[in-house]
Each structure stands twice: as structure tokens, then as C-alpha cells.
């Protein structure tokens, strides 16, 4: 029997051997000190000496024999997945790969001696998913199914598959209500009412401009309330993001719609919830040059937000989700603000967009009446002894 010390000088030994390029005698020494109490086993320097020797079973056997142990280990999960691209086995190849790059991001900066392998194993990764892409797209037009077939949910599906996409589920803040798709942005098309509110787009310009003459500036979107703990939103009281109440809290905000007939009649054209104490909501919203609003959750899930484009700008755009929108004049977006969100103007223009919101076309007419006497019942519990 080896003592620890006698075992422990062998080891590195071999390790010298092995730098050399001497695989017989390295795998030797190892072989040797193995199994000898006290000494970390090199079953990982064995597998390498194999590898150097051809000795495909033997490396095999040894990698296994360290991952029974270390299942994480980064070095042992790398020559896995070189053995198996080796043999032209993608998916396992791409799984040990996988597996090795998570766990050494999570172990902090790597060994020098393991960057090139991990370059590589990344390198490999990238190549492997253009391979499944490219046999993805074969197969499926061998079942008659083009590359410009449009499928929105299938396409997005298969872009979550291939990892161009993200999944983004509805978080409200305050109310989820279960069942409802989730959907980032809707088409104009499932709304054929949006057509009367971007046709009326040029004056109710008009009357917005007539508005940031006199006024110079809107009121900050996000407002500390004195009843309430502030938000913990950046633009808290930052009029770069601001807002011009036509409808606010189930009524009309007076003076301000008086100034906005076009565009009040215009908002009759939308399905308006009528929730009193919350609904209607309607307003300009305007996004000056510079500013992002950071992603967030919306309030709730039953409702969809509306944005007519008034005052476009370039280099401005509005994410939900995995996609990302611009606007555009005359053409509306209507979105789900439940799912994570955020916007930005990095433009040299103020952006000012007439927002407001809708019933989710999925609820029925008995779940929006119940909703809106829930919703009344939640507005009142403050005031109520």
C-alpha cells in the first residue's frame, strides 16, 4: 500500500509526464496512485492520459467515474462533450456542453487552462443550433410547411425552441384573473373600431399641439401618492415621462377634455370599460428624448392597452415581451401590459401618444359585469366604515 505522500508525489509525476506528452507513463503513475487513502482521485488525469493515448473506453470510464462523484465538474463535462461531438452526436454533445458552461459561469471567473476549451465548447454550441435549424426547417418542408409559412404561435414557438425567444407570462401587480392567453401585442385587424381613432389621429394632433403650446410641459406619468409608499420607479415626479389626464378614474378630467373635444369624440369609437372610481383612462402620453421606462408589470391582466400615435419619433420603441414595436403613424398598438415591459425614446424627439385602455376581448360579458362590480367593490373599500 502507498503511503498518501509517496502517492501524492506519483501524481505529480505523471501530471509532468503528461506535459511532456508522455500519455504511457503518466496513465502509469495514476493508475498507480489510485485508490490510495487520503489522495484526491485522479480519475480526470487518467481520462486525459487517455485521451492522449486514443484510449477511448478508458477515458470514458474515468470521466464517469469523476462525474459520479462531481456531477458540476467543468473539465470532466467539457471532454464529455467533446467525446460525444467527436462521435457526431449533437444533442448529447450539446447537452454536456451545456451543462459545463452554466456550471463554470456559476463558479466565478475560470481557470485559465479552461478558457479555450469553454470558447470552444461555446463555438460548438452555436453551430449545433444552426445544424437543428437547418434540419428543423428540412423537415417541416418535407410536411409541406415553407419557411414563409405564417403561423404567428407556431413560428413564436419555434423561436422559443431555438432560443431567439424568451418566455414572458402576465405578472400584474394587483390583479390576475386565470385562463387568458398570453399575447404581447395584438393586430389592428382583431379591432376593426381602431381604424375611426387613427383616422382621427391628424386632429387630434391638432389639439394636442395646441395643448404643449400653452402648456409647455405635462405633469410627471408616475406621481407619489401622500396615502402611499412612492414607487420605486426612476422617473417618480420626472416629467420626461408625462401625462395629460383626458379621462382619469372613471370621469372626465373637465378642463382638460374641454380642450380635447376631437379626441374625446374619438375615444367614444373604443370600448371604453365603465368601472366607477377606475375606468374610463385616457390620456396623452409623452416620452421625451433620453428617456426609458424601465421593464415593469402593469396592474392587471384583464384589460389591453391602447396606443394611438400622435407625435412619432424616430429611434423610439415600445418592448413587451420578446417583441419589439415602433410607432408608427397611423397605425395603433394594442398590448398586453400585464407581461414585462418597457419603452425608450433614444431619439432627438418628444414622442406623444394618445393611451388607453380596453376590456380583453377574451372575457364574456357576464365575466366583465361581475369584474366591473369587483373592481367598483375594491375602489370603495377605502371609504367604506
Not at 420607479?233 to 408625462?242: E, F, I, M, R, Y
Request: glycine share 8%; proline share 9%; charged share 25%.
Amino acid at each position: 500500500m502507498l503511503t498518501a505522500s509517496k502517492a501524492d508525489r506519483m501524481i505529480r509525476e505523471g501530471v509532468a509526464a503528461l506535459q511532456r506528452g508522455d500519455a504511457p507513463t503518466a496513465l502509469r503513475l495514476f493508475h498507480a496512485a489510485k485508490d490510495t487513502p487520503g489522495v484526491p482521485q485522479p480519475h480526470i488525469l487518467i481520462a486525459r492520459a487517455c485521451h492522449m493515448l486514443g484510449d477511448e473506453a478508458g477515458e470514458e470510464s474515468a470521466l464517469d467515474l469523476v462525474l459520479a462523484e462531481r456531477p458540476r465538474d467543468v473539465r470532466a463535462l467539457l471532454m464529455k462533450g467533446e467525446r460525444r461531438a467527436g462521435q457526431g452526436d449533437d444533442r448529447a454533445a450539446t447537452a454536456f456542453y451545456k451543462i459545463a458552461l452554466a456550471s463554470a459561469r456559476a463558479s466565478g471567473p475560470p481557470p485559465a487552462g479552461l478558457v479555450a476549451d469553454l470558447r470552444r465548447a461555446e463555438s460548438y454550441l452555436a453551430g449545433a443550433m444552426e445544424r437543428y435549424q437547418a434540419h428543423l426547417a428540412e423537415q417541416l418542408a418535407g410536411a409541406g410547411f415553407s419557411p414563409t409559412w405564417q403561423a404567428p404561435r407556431v413560428r413564436q414557438a419555434l423561436d422559443i425552441l431555438l432560443g431567439k425567444r424568451g418566455v414572458y407570462l402576465q405578472q400584474p401587480n394587483s390583479f390576475y384573473f386565470p385562463g387568458l392567453p398570453n399575447i404581447e401585442f395584438y393586430e389592428r385587424s382583431d379591432f376593426p373600431w381602431l381604424a375611426t381613432l387613427e383616422a382621427a389621429a391628424p386632429a387630434i394632433r391638432a389639439e394636442l399641439e395646441a395643448v404643449i403650446h400653452a402648456d409647455g410641459a405635462f405633469p410627471p406619468y408616475v406621481e407619489a401618492h401622500p396615502d402611499r409608499p412612492p414607487p420605486p420607479n426612476p422617473l417618480l415626479n420626472d416629467p420626461s415621462w408625462g401625462a395629460f389626464y383626458l379621462w382619469r378614474g372613471g370621469a372626465p378630467v373637465a378642463d382638460n377634455a374641454a380642450r380635447c373635444p376631437v379626441t374625446m369624440a374619438a375615444l367614444e369609437a373604443a370600448p371604453l370599460p365603465r368601472i366607477d372610481g377606475r375606468s374610463p383612462m385616457a390620456l396623452f402620453s409623452l416620452l421625451k428624448p433620453g428617456t426609458h421606462i424601465r421593464p415593469h408589470h402593469g396592474l392587471l391582466n384583464t384589460r389591453l392597452i391602447c396606443h394611438i400615435p400622435i407625435i412619432t419619433a424616430p429611434d423610439c420603441a415600445l418592448r413587451v415581451g420578446a417583441e419589439t414595436r415602433e410607432w408608427r403613424d397611423g397605425e395603433a398598438l394594442v398590448f398586453d401590459d400585464s407581461i414585462e415591459h418597457e419603452a425608450w425614446n433614444r431619439g432627438d424627439r418628444t414622442r406623444v401618444v394618445l393611451l388607453f385602455e380596453i376590456w380583453r376581448p377574451e372575457l364574456s360579458g357576464e365575466e366583465r359585469s361581475a369584474l366591473t362590480a369587483l373592481f367598483e367593490a375594491i375602489s370603495v373599500y377605502d371609504t367604506t366604515e
